[in-house]
């Protein structure tokens, strides 16, 4: 799953603590790319574990190597995302599309 610095939003440790979180958005839209680009690769473990993300966490073996995929979803608002083995990495959108990355 994403890094936990992916996660987080520069607030106080009491609101993180609450749940308050990046959690992204356009989830769907990102999942989609994230099966179709593994199935169209030919990479049908990847798809496999994009396919069941909700089912079973990510815990679905894929071989090597990595497949890494940039999804960008482009309509009435934007957003991208990094995608590796068929789970997102890293989002641009959190709670709306003003909340942008986080910096390291």
């Known amino acids: 799953m994403a890094p936990e610095a ?3 939003y520069a607030v106080p440790e009491a609101w993180h603590e609450a749940g308050i979180r990046r959690w992204g958005f356009h989830g769907a839209s990102h999942k ?10 030919g990479r ?3 798809a496999e574990r994009a396919r069941h993300l909700y089912v079973n966490g990510g815990e679905t073996t894929v071989r090597k190597p990595n497949l890494r995929v940039i999804s960008c979803h482009l309509g009435g608002s934007s ?8 789970v997102a990495i890293g989002t641009s959108m ?3 599309p003003q909340s942008g990355l986080p910096q390291k």
């Open 32 to 41: 989609f790319i994230a099966e179709r680009s593994a199935e169209l690769l």
């Open 44 to 46: 049908e473990d990847v």
């Open 6 to 8: 992916a996660t987080r």
């Open 79 to 86: 957003s991208i995302t990094g995608i590796l083995n068929g």
């Open 94 to 96: 959190g709670l709306s």
